[in-house]
């Protein structure tokens, strides 16, 4: 049985991959932080509390294990320090880890399509375009692509993936909370373009990748392969949740001033703000668009998830867990 150990497992991606694999027939390890939250995984007997700091807790957590997917990381961060010591220094820490616990044979990264940066004229990015990301959490996660590509000596897999939505996710839930009040709220006035991707269609993408010598020491995007307007999600959303709102575009300038509001409450409770002059940055960007050609052409990727399909089931799961 193939034996997968996934770091971050308490988070969004990381639990519901879990449980997937889980469903699959995996033998699965759900690393944690010592103290943190684990609610979101489904089963308790698959939790490891871990210091990834210490590295002999961290060589008994992987021994035995045949390939590990470092979901952990950081996604906001009041200084782009602290961005890096933890998607750049913690990613550095597990590859060298890897190179050293003879079990390991594969070594999957979640990469974000902010490493590679926006799309320019509307034309979406390949994995072999010049990566230009905007943002702290964008570089970060480029060098730790780089740090991967430069001192991995297992098989390695890294999955650049867009905006993702689905159940436990925390920042589109607070546009399922507006469109409920009737409210939409959008970034400046024009229409930008993104992809999107439902969690469970990027979880089969992962699974795709695992122990497939096609996906060794490859780049692959993910998305649903659909060029979306934040419009026509919010008009997804509001069809899943039967509801309507009212659209109101923010000028950016608005946007700023709100961004260091939030980043000051945020810095005054010890917190990361929700939106910050870096998701501003990356808000306002003309075009997100990545195209997952290769996904398909290699792995066979299909997504399988209509929007609003998957925007019903995640609005459902957020009701019946009480977070909407
Ligand atoms: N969500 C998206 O739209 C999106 C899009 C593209 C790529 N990604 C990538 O997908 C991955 C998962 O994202 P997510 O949305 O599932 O994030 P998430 O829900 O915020 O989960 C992040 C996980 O990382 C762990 N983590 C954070 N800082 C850590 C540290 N210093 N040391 C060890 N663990 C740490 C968290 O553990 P604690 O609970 O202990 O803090 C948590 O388990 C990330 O690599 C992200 O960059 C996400």
Redesign the pocket.
């Known amino acids: 049985m193939k034996k997968i150990i996934i ?8 639990s519901t991959l879990a449980a997937k694999l889980q469903q699959d027939g995996y033998h699965v390890r759900c690393l ?2 010592y103290g ?2 684990a609610q979101l995984i489904t089963d308790p007997n698959s939790i490891y509390y871990v210091d ?1 700091a210490d590295d002999e807790d961290m060589k008994a957590a992987l021994a035995g294990y045949h390939i590990i997917i470092h ?5 906001k961060a009041n200084n782009e320090a602290t961005m890096n010591s ?1 998607n750049v220094g ?1 990613t550095k820490k597990l590859v060298s880890l890897a190179n050293h616990v003879s079990s390991i044979r594969q070594f999957v990264f ?4 902010a490493a590679s940066g926006p799309a320019h004229f509307g034309i979406a990015k390949k994995e072999e375009d010049l990566c230009e990301p905007v943002s702290w959490y964008g570089r970060s ?1 480029l060098k730790a692509e780089q740090a991967i590509h430069a001192s991995c000596q297992k098989p390695f897999t890294i999955i650049r ?4 939505f689905g159940p436990g ?3 589109f839930l607070e546009m399922f909370k507006l469109i409920k009040h009737h409210l939409a709220l959008f970034p400046g006035y024009c229409s930008r373009r993104l992809n999107l991707i439902f969690v469970d269609d990027l979880v089969s993408l992962i699974t795709l990748t695992l122990d497939n010598p096609k996906a060794f020491n490859q780049t692959f995007n993910a998305s649903d392969g659909i060029q979306y307007t934040m419009q026509q999600f919010a008009k997804n959303m509001q069809r899943a949740m039967d509801t309507f709102a009212v659209f109101v575009y923010l000028p950016v300038w608005m946007l700023k001033v709100g961004a260091v509001g939030c980043e000051f409450i945020a810095r005054l409770r010890h917190k990361s703000a929700l939106i910050n002059r870096q998701k501003v940055i990356e808000m306002t960007q003309p075009h997100w668009l990545i195209d997952t050609q290769k996904a398909q052409k290699i792995l066979g990727f299909k997504p399988q998830w209509d929007q609003t399909r998957a925007l019903k089931k995640t609005y459902h799961w957020y009701k019946e867990h009480s977070w909407l």
């Open positions: 770091t971050g497992a308490n988070g969004f991606l990381g944690v932080r943190s939250d990834y979901t952990a990381a950081l996604t933890t913690l979640i990469s974000s399509q996660k993936s867009c905006s993702i996710e925390k920042d």
